[in-house]
């Protein structure tokens, strides 16, 4: 069976531009979750989406929006770009139970100039 | 408030040699679930090992172990006889109970050299 997949899996913008990652989940998954990854740091997360519900937001700012399709693939969308936006976009999916396990995808890598 | 520290910020081995990753963990939840996740270079997150809080015992699975001390609030994970394909940072993750995001800790990079 097939992973996580993202896509692009490299971006390149400029500061105020905006940009749209894409992540389809594990066939039978039902949530997605965003995280951010800086260069040498962990993970941060963004947002978590369950049917098509967001069940939990981190702590950005709201030029950060995602929404979750009725295939349960998700879109995590950010306006007004800045250079500390450049970073790892990690998407990572579950079954959808709160104790489920989260699988990671390969990331999408933006980077801002 | 929930935090996942890792001391180590890189270690280097010689192949074939045991190595031992820390973890230490912060939290006034009594169940929480703790994790390992391996990212090579390629930058995708690889899952290898999930700890309950409610869990008694320590496990082996293959080269990989780790040992879960309540009292220390450590999750510290080891690697038998390391291989070069063992190269790549690893992060400890922390979910407690009623929300739904892993906070982890900054990773230590391993370096098994040949």
């Known amino acids: 069976d097939a992973g996580v997949t993202q896509s692009p899996t490299h971006l390149i913008k400029t500061r105020g531009q905006h940009v749209t990652l894409r992540c389809s989940p594990i066939?039978?998954?039902?949530?997605v979750s965003w995280y951010q990854q800086v260069l040498g740091q962990g993970p941060q997360f963004i947002f978590q989406y369950y049917e098509k519900e967001e069940r939990g937001r981190g702590n950005f700012p709201d030029r950060f929006s995602a929404r979750q399709f009725p295939n349960y693939s998700s879109e995590l969308n950010v306006n007004a770009l800045l250079l500390g936006d450049s970073a790892l976009y990690l998407c990572a999916s579950s079954p959808g139970q709160p104790t489920d396990t989260q699988y990671f995808g390969p990331g999408t890598r933006l980077t801002v100039l | 408030a929930q935090k996942v520290t890792q001391a180590q910020t890189e270690i280097s081995v010689v192949e074939k040699e045991d190595v031992t990753l820390d973890c230490v963990y912060e939290t006034r939840d009594t169940t929480y679930y703790l994790f390992w996740y391996k990212q090579p270079p390629s930058g995708e997150l690889v899952f290898l090992i999930r700890?309950?809080?409610?869990?008694?015992q320590n496990e082996i699975s293959g080269r990989y172990s780790w040992n879960f001390q309540k009292s220390t609030s450590s999750f510290n994970f080891t690697i038998t006889a390391s291989q070069v394909v063992d190269s790549a940072v690893y992060f400890c993750?922390?979910?407690?109970?009623?929300?739904?995001?892993?906070?982890f800790g900054t990773g230590t990079r391993l370096k098994v050299l040949a």
């Open positions: 066939s039978g998954h039902k949530s």
């Open positions: 993750a922390l979910r407690t109970s009623g929300t739904y995001k892993y906070i």
């Open positions: 700890r309950n809080s409610f869990d008694e």
